[in-house]
């Protein structure tokens, strides 16, 4: 009874910046957090970011000082802003709402492309 849109993705240089979007609805009551991971073709999908009901943020290592996570309640959306892309940046970029074991939705995800 959840859903995630996620929206923003694209095609963009290094270098460049990209705001993705997640969008919840349905019965979200039992959140406890909001994110961000990430897929690229043969590799683990990987944390980027997550923010909690009372505005705690992490962010992976690799992306700390580039991109910020931010939430609009009002919306129930989350939003990423990914500054200075890198080569090993792009991928499917997933959002994730989660509240417990029973409570774990995922978005369909949206592709993030990186070149020249």
């Known amino acids: 009874q959840v859903q995630l849109v996620e929206s923003g993705g694209g095609l963009v240089q290094p270098g460049g910046s990209l705001r993705l979007s997640c969008a919840a609805s349905?019965?979200?009551?039992?959140?406890?957090?909001m994110g961000w991971y990430r897929q690229a073709p043969g590799k683990q999908r990987e944390l980027v970011a997550t923010i909690t009901t009372a505005g705690s943020i992490n962010y992976a290592d690799s992306v700390k000082g580039r991109f910020t996570i931010s939430r609009d309640n009002a919306k129930n959306t989350v939003y990423l802003e990914m500054n200075s892309l890198k080569p090993e940046d792009p991928a499917v970029y997933l959002c994730?709402?989660?509240?417990?074991?029973?409570?774990?939705?995922w978005g369909q995800g949206t592709q993030v492309t990186v070149s020249s």
């Open positions: 349905g019965n979200i009551f039992s959140w406890n957090s």
């Open positions: 994730r709402l989660f509240g417990t074991r029973y409570f774990d939705y």
